[in-house]
């Protein structure tokens, strides 16, 4: 690896990483009630914000990138109704994090500015979607601390 592609695949593998156990902390904190409740009717519960983010990864990186099959339905993300528990969801999130640090420690130098052309996608290279994939992990992770501070207020 070249020193920029090192340093390009150390800090996005370690944003993931660290986002990651955001969420895992924020999840620790609720009960399997509360990981499914929606404080609001406007807005998702934590649940499914895990499914919609564990859906995201294994879409835009994991089927995109890595050539992973997955195949996504963005809709039951945040409809499904069978309510999964919670360590169940965590551990399909955990997975979807997994895949995605090793995907990003297998691109070279070259792969970063591969075209990249997936429906829906916002980026034009395989790194503006992995960084555009970090970036939506993070502002779901600012709703989930809401969430978690409006279901303790409840509680």
Same mark, same amino acid.
Not at 7 to 16: K, N
Not at 22 to 44: H, I
Not at 56 to 84: H, K, M, W
Not at 102 to 122: F, M
């Given at each position: ?12 593998? *370690? @944003? #993931? ?5 955001? /969420?895992?902390?924020?999840?620790? =904190?609720? =009960?399997?009630?509360?990981?499914? &409740? ?14 919609? %983010? +564990? !859906? ?6 994991? &089927?995109?990138?890595?050539? +992973? ?12 109704? =069978? ?12 997975? *979807?994090?997994?895949?995605? /640090? ?5 691109? %070279? ?6 075209? #990249? +052309?997936? $429906? !829906?996608?916002? &980026?034009?290279? @395989? ?18 601390? #809401?969430? $978690?501070?409006? %279901?303790?207020?409840?509680?």
């Amino acid at each position: 690896m070249t020193d920029l592609q090192q340093t390009i695949a150390s800090d996005l593998a *370690a @944003r #993931y990483e660290k986002l990651a156990g955001l /969420v895992r902390d924020l999840a620790e =904190t609720l =009960t399997d009630d509360q990981f499914w &409740a929606k404080p609001y009717s406007f807005g998702n519960s934590f649940g499914h914000l895990v499914l919609h %983010l +564990t !859906g995201n990864l294994n879409y835009y990186i994991g &089927a995109q990138i890595a050539a +992973t099959g997955y195949v996504r339905d963005r809709p039951q993300e945040f409809s499904d109704q =069978t309510r999964p528990s919670k360590t169940e969801v965590l551990n399909n999130f955990d997975q *979807a994090i997994e895949m995605v /640090v090793r995907t990003i420690n297998r691109q %070279l130098a070259e792969d970063w500015s591969k075209e #990249y +052309t997936a $429906v !829906g996608a916002d &980026a034009k290279d @395989r790194f503006g979607m992995v960084l555009s994939c970090a970036t939506h992990l993070h502002h779901h992770v600012g709703q989930m601390m #809401y969430l $978690v501070f409006q %279901l303790k207020q409840k509680a």
